[in-house]
C-alpha cells in the first residue's frame, strides 16, 4: 500500500507539470481514497503521505508554464488553494503554540493576506492601464490594430503579452475591439469595455479609450500613493483590541477582582471594568451562540465574497446580483449616494459629447448612455429621459423630471443657450470631475479625524478600565504600611 502511494504521489508530480487540469481536478479524490484505504488498513504512512499528493499536485500545477493558447483558470485556482492552505496551517500553528495570544498571530497573518490582496489589486490597475494605453497608443499613430498588438506582444510569455495576443486573436477572427476584449481579457473593468462599445457605435474610439486611459492611470497612480493611514487601519485595530481584551478579561481581571474581594471583603471593582466586563461576557459568554456563528460566516462568507467582487468585473448589459444589491444599497445611503450620482454624470455626459460631436441625435446619444457601467439606479433614471424624449418632451424639461440634475439640464436648454450644448457638456464633464475629486478629499478629511478621536476614547476608556483595579490595590496596600 506505501508503494502504492508514492508511486501515485510520484505520477501525479507529473500530470501537475504536464497536464494541470487533469491532476487539479483528480488528486482530491484520490488523496481522499487514499487516506480512507490507509486509515482502514491502519496504515499510518499511507495516512500521512496521501494528503500530501493534493498539495504536491498544486505546486507542480504552479510551477508548470502553461502555453499561450492554454486555460489559466487550473493555475490561477492553485494560486488561491495554496494561499488558503497556508493561511489555515499558520492559525493553526499559532493557535495551538500560543494559545490565546495565538490570536494575535492570526491578525498579524490576516494583515499579510490583506497586503497581498492589496498588491493584486493595484498590479491589476496596473496591467488594466497598460492594455487600453497600448491599444490607444497604436489607434493614435493609425498603424493596423491587430498586427500592431501583435507586435507589442513581442514573443513574451509574461501576462501583458498574454493578453495582448489574446486580444489580437479574436481580432483576427472578425470581432470588434470590445468583444474581442471582452473575450480576450475578461477582467478587463466593465467601464471601459461598455465606453468602448458605446463609441464603436458612433465611430469615437480613440477620444473614448483616450478618456478610459486617463481615467485607468489616474486610478493606478492613486493606488501606489503612500497614504499615513490605511482605511483598513480602525477596523485592524479595533479587532485587534477586542481580542486582546477578551483575553485579559478572561484571565487577568478575574485575578485583580479576587484580590480586591479578600481586601474590601465585597466586590470592589471600579464601574469602567465592570461595565467592560458586562461587553465582554455578553460577546464572548453570554450571546457566544450568536457572535461566533456570525464572526465565522464574516471569515469563512463575507470577506472572500467582497475579495471576489474586487477582482470580478462588473457586466453593465447584465448585472450580476451581487452588484444590483450593492448598487442599491449605495444609491440609497446619505454620502454614497452624491458619489454614486457624481461618478454616473461624469460618464453620462463625456458619451453624451462624444456622441453629438459625432452627429448622433438626442435620442441616439441618450440610448448610447444605457451600456454605460453606471448605477442601476440612475439608468433607470436615464430611461425615463428617453421615453420622455421619445415621446416628444422638451429635452431640459425631460430632464428635470427624471431627476438628472440641473446642470445637464442647463446644457440641453434651448431658450438659455442655444447652440452650446457642446460647450457645456464639455465644461460639466470637467466640473463633474473635479467635483467628485474634491468631494472624496473632504470627505476623507473630515472623516479621518473624527474617526481618530473615536478611536482614541475607546482606546483611552479600555486602558482605564484595565489599569483602574490594580489602582485601587495600590491605594488599598499603601494605606496598610506601617510607618
Known amino acids: 500500500m506505501l508503494i502504492i502511494t508514492l508511486l501515485v504521489l510520484v505520477c501525479y508530480i507529473y500530470l501537475g507539470w504536464k497536464f494541470p487540469t487533469i491532476a487539479l481536478v483528480t488528486s482530491p479524490f484520490v488523496a481522499g481514497s487514499l487516506t480512507l484505504f ?36 487550473p493555475h490561477v485556482f492553485a494560486k488561491w488553494i495554496l494561499i488558503l492552505f497556508v493561511f489555515f496551517l499558520l492559525s493553526v500553528t499559532l493557535g495551538a503554540a500560543f494559545g490565546p495570544l495565538g490570536v494575535s498571530g492570526i491578525v498579524l497573518v490576516v494583515i499579510f493576506f490583506g497586503l497581498i490582496i492589496a498588491y493584486g489589486l493595484t498590479s491589476r490597475l496596473a496591467t488594466d492601464a497598460y492594455v487600453i494605453s497600448t491599444i490607444g497608443s497604436i489607434m493614435r499613430q493609425n498603424l493596423p490594430l491587430s498586427m500592431a498588438l501583435e507586435s507589442a506582444a513581442g514573443g513574451r510569455a509574461d501576462k501583458r503579452s498574454r493578453i495582448l495576443n489574446q486580444i489580437q486573436k479574436w481580432l483576427v477572427q472578425g470581432y470588434s475591439l470590445s468583444e474581442s476584449i471582452k473575450r480576450g481579457y475578461p477582467k478587463c473593468p466593465g467601464y471601459a469595455v461598455a465606453m468602448i462599445a458605446a463609441a464603436e457605435r458612433i465611430n469615437q474610439l480613440p477620444l473614448a479609450i483616450q478618456a478610459i486611459e486617463a481615467d485607468m492611470v489616474t486610478q493606478a497612480d492613486e493606488r501606489r500613493k503612500i497614504r499615513p493611514v490605511h482605511p483598513l487601519y480602525p477596523v485592524i485595530l479595533m479587532v485587534f483590541m477586542f481580542f486582546m481584551l477578551m483575553g485579559v478579561m478572561t484571565f487577568v481581571i478575574p485575578s485583580y477582582q479576587t484580590a480586591l474581594m479578600e481586601m474590601f471583603e465585597g466586590p470592589m471593582l471600579p464601574a ?37 467582487i474586487k477582482f470580478r468585473p462588473r457586466r453593465p448589459h447584465k448585472p450580476y446580483l451581487l452588484s444590483r444589491i450593492g448598487d442599491f444599497v449605495k444609491w440609497y445611503l446619505p454620502v454614497l ?20 460631436s459625432a452627429g448622433c441625435s438626442v435620442n441616439d446619444a441618450i440610448k448610447n448612455t444605457l451600456g454605460l457601467d453606471v448605477n442601476n439606479r440612475f439608468r433607470k433614471r436615464l430611461q425615463r429621459w428617453l421615453e420622455k424624449a421619445e415621446r416628444g418632451d422638451n429635452i431640459a424639461a425631460a430632464i428635470r423630471e427624471s431627476k438628472l440634475g440641473s446642470p445637464l439640464a442647463w446644457a440641453f436648454d434651448e431658450k438659455v443657450n442655444q447652440g452650446n450644448t457642446l460647450m457645456i457638456l464639455k465644461t460639466l464633464e470637467s466640473f463633474y470631475r473635479s467635483n467628485y475629486s474634491y468631494c472624496v478629499n473632504l470627505a476623507r478629511f473630515i472623516m479621518w479625524p473624527c474617526l481618530i478621536l473615536l478611536m482614541g476614547l475607546i482606546v483611552g476608556f479600555v486602558v482605564y478600565a484595565i489599569f483602574s483595579p490594580s489602582i485601587l490595590i495600590i491605594e488599598a496596600l499603601s494605606g496598610k504600611v506601617l510607618p
Open 38 to 73: 490507509g486509515v482502514v488498513d491502519g496504515n499510518t504512512a499511507v495516512v500521512v503521505i496521501a494528503p500530501g499528493i493534493f498539495i504536491v499536485t498544486i505546486i507542480a500545477v504552479l510551477l508548470s508554464k502553461p502555453e499561450p493558447g492554454d486555460e489559466q483558470w
Open 272 to 308: 469602567a471594568t465592570r461595565f467592560l466586563i458586562g461587553i465582554t461576557s455578553f460577546a464572548a459568554f453570554e450571546f457566544a451562540w450568536v457572535t461566533w456563528p456570525l464572526l465565522i460566516l464574516l471569515v469563512i462568507a463575507i470577506i472572500p465574497i467582497s475579495i471576489y
Open 337 to 356: 449616494h452624491n458619489f454614486e450620482k457624481n461618478y454616473s454624470l461624469v460618464q453620462v455626459v463625456e458619451l453624451l459629447r462624444l456622441s453629438l
